[in-house]
């Protein structure tokens, strides 16, 4: 008993001393949102982009066991109508690429790709894909305007403080809307660029998450039109768009043993 009631006098102590600091970054909502507008600003000033990147996605199954999916990919953004990307995971390895007019996505893992047309920039394949129950990994930090696109529906911005990510010193920012949480950990210094992106969904029990970390950031690349054209590997199907579903990252549902 005495053990148990120490215990909770520690606890608390920690609680009101933790709570002060946190009180007080939480109420740094300019802070936060100077330092979002920050980054979207010199993201929109970066005409190519290279990254890499390593992705969790979180499922509730029936039992109400959480479980991570993690894949790993690269990037490559020439704005405003080029972009490539690639996303390796444990159930699917998909190549995406886009030359502003069509976009074909390639899985590996089924020697197959199909392709849709849809002339005009990246941010309007970011919205195509996603009326068709696709997503490219991060996409919304590759939006031309992220703050305006994301800052919209905000309920509730707050400045957390400082954080490492990948050896990185960062500004944590936390933001609130209605369906979602969804955190930055954004790179300090003279290039504000996103290091990890964490988004929570609040409309589904158990909270699952969406983990986006970026390795490997880089600007001013070179890139040409050949790194934006697909050549079909010997032997790979052209197929319809319902083949796409079977390209993500998380399995079908096991099927009982017969």
């Known amino acids: 008993m005495k053990r148990s009631c120490s215990m909770m006098l520690r606890a608390g102590a920690f609680l009101l001393l933790a709570l002060p600091a946190f009180s007080q970054a ?14 979207s600003d010199y993201l929109a000033s970066q005409k190519t982009i290279s990254a890499t990147f390593d992705s969790a996605v979180e499922v509730i199954t029936p039992a109400m066991e959480k479980i991570q999916f993690a894949s790993s990919g690269t990037l490559l953004l020439s704005r405003p109508e080029a972009i490539k990307a690639t996303r390796t995971g444990g159930y699917s390895d998909v190549e995406m690429v886009f030359d502003g007019k069509t976009v074909t996505i390639f899985g590996k893992n089924i020697n197959g ?11 309007e394949l970011i919205d195509t894909l996603r009326d068709r129950g696709l ?29 490492v990510v990948g050896g990185v010193e960062c500004d944590h920012l936390a933001f609130r809307n209605q ?17 990890k992106y964490v988004i929570t969904t609040k409309s ?17 690349v070179e890139m040409s039109a050949a790194d934006f054209t697909f050549t ?14 079977e390209l993500n990252d998380v399995p079908p549902p096991a099927q009982p043993a017969q």
């Open 113 to 123: 790709y199909a392709k849709i047309d849809a002339p005009g920039s990246v941010d």
């Open 26 to 39: 939480s109420a740094n909502e300019d802070d936060a949102k100077q330092i979002f507008k920050a980054m």
């Open 135 to 163: 997503a490219i990994p991060g996409a919304d930090l590759l939006l031309s305007n992220v703050y305006d696109t994301l800052i919209g529906d905000v309920l509730e911005a707050k400045y957390i403080g400082h954080g």
């Open 232 to 245: 079909p590997p010997e032997g790979a199907q052209q197929l319809g768009q319902d083949a796409l579903a």
């Open 204 to 220: 589904v029990g158990a909270a699952p998450q969406y983990t986006l970390t970026i390795n490997d950031w880089k600007t001013d």
């Open 179 to 195: 369906e979602t949480d969804w955190q930055l950990w954004i790179e300090r210094g003279d290039n504000p660029i996103p290091r």
